[in-house]
């Protein structure tokens, strides 16, 4: 019994024991971000959408092209 109570001490007092300083939080508000105007949001959407359709599209319109060639 008597090592019972030895080892919950040590273990009670490893836990309370902190290697790392904690930080200092405060409770300031964060800080949010303006929302983007749809003009943005319409620009950045089809600058990505093309991104992606315009390289497939012209590697589908020259597919024949790719096919014939010799290696």
């Known amino acids: 019994m008597r090592g019972f109570q030895r080892g919950s001490q040590l273990l009670t007092a490893a836990l309370r024991m902190s290697r790392v300083p904690r930080a200092h939080l405060g409770t300031a508000m964060p800080l949010i971000p303006a929302p983007c ?3 943005e949001q319409a620009v950045a959407f ?3 959408f093309s991104s ?3 390289p497939t599209a012209w590697v ?3 597919i024949y092209n790719y096919r014939s060639r010799p290696e």
Request: proline share 17%.
């Open 37 to 39: 105007p749809p003009q």
């Open 60 to 62: 589908l319109s020259n």
């Open 46 to 48: 089809s600058l990505m």
């Open 52 to 54: 992606f359709l315009v």
